[in-house]
């Protein structure tokens, strides 16, 4: 949250419920009791001077119609209010951006590991440190990262986790021209080999995958294309 109690923003869990909630000069919340304990949820909260918008696993919740917003100079803590309210669970991929998001955007980007420099993006902990007390945020404007980096307080006792989401997966979707650019992809040791796949339903590709090597000497992989080999029969006259 982001809030002081009078001011800012917020989004709270307790057992199957989340509330994400805004002050106008007055509280308004969104909710859903769709959350399901013990099994992993991405949760949106949206406000774009016209609504507040709640949405679990990119599909909307909730919506309440409001024009504004009391800002706050409050610290931004996750995971607690600051002082109390400590969330008992798991967590990973923390965004944070400066724009509202499309509901189509939501619903594409919502199991998608996301680019560091994405417009509109201003903070994001992929919380994959697995070590120590600081999270690092990834997110960069430009080619300047915006190093809103934070710090895990209290115990350090079983922090990291390699219980990760199952859905959260490292993909990108072809502009225009048909070019794409996956980034921020992490490996372990020296490196790792991935592996590319294009999937466009019903179309078929000359290559239904590519195996390359990510790591030491070889961080930036270019060229990797696959040729759209569908035909579709047309009539008419």
């Known amino acids: 949250k982001k809030s002081d109690g009078s001011s800012g923003y917020g989004m709270e869990i307790s057992g199957g419920n989340v509330n994400f909630y805004i002050y106008d000069g007055s509280l308004k919340m969104v909710s859903s009791d769709q959350l399901i304990i013990d099994e992993y949820a991405q949760l949106t909260g949206t406000f774009d001077g016209s609504n507040l918008e709640l949405y679990v696993n990119g599909v909307l919740a909730e919506s309440m119609p409001i024009s504004s917003i009391v800002p ?9 209010n600051g002082v ?3 969330y008992n669970g798991s967590m990973d991929d923390v965004r944070i951006w400066n724009k509202k998001k499309t509901s189509e955007e939501i619903l594409r980007d919502f199991s998608r590991k996301v680019g560091q420099g994405e417009s509109g993006l201003v903070a994001y902990w992929n919380l ?5 007390s600081n999270v690092y945020d990834q997110s960069k404007t430009g080619l300047i990262f ?3 980096h934070g710090e895990i307080k209290g115990t350090l006792t079983s922090i990291w986790t390699d219980d990760i989401p199952a859905d959260l997966a ?4 072809t502009d225009s021209s048909g070019s794409y650019s996956i980034s921020n992809m992490q490996y372990a040791g020296n490196g ?3 592996t590319i796949t294009p999937v466009l339903v019903p179309h078929e590709f000359d290559t239904p995958l590519k195996n390359v090597f990510i790591g ?3 961080n930036v992989i270019n060229n990797q294309d696959f040729l759209d ?3 579709f029969t047309v009539t008419g006259r």
């Open 146 to 148: 915006n190093e809103n």
């Open 192 to 194: 790792e080999t991935f």
């Open 229 to 231: 080999k569908s035909s």
């Open 216 to 218: 030491e000497g070889s």
């Open 84 to 86: 109390s309210g400590f």
């Open 72 to 80: 706050s100079s409050s610290k931004l803590f996750i995971g607690s």
């Open 128 to 132: 994959d440190e697995n070590v120590g």
């Open 170 to 173: 490292s993909y990108a979707f």
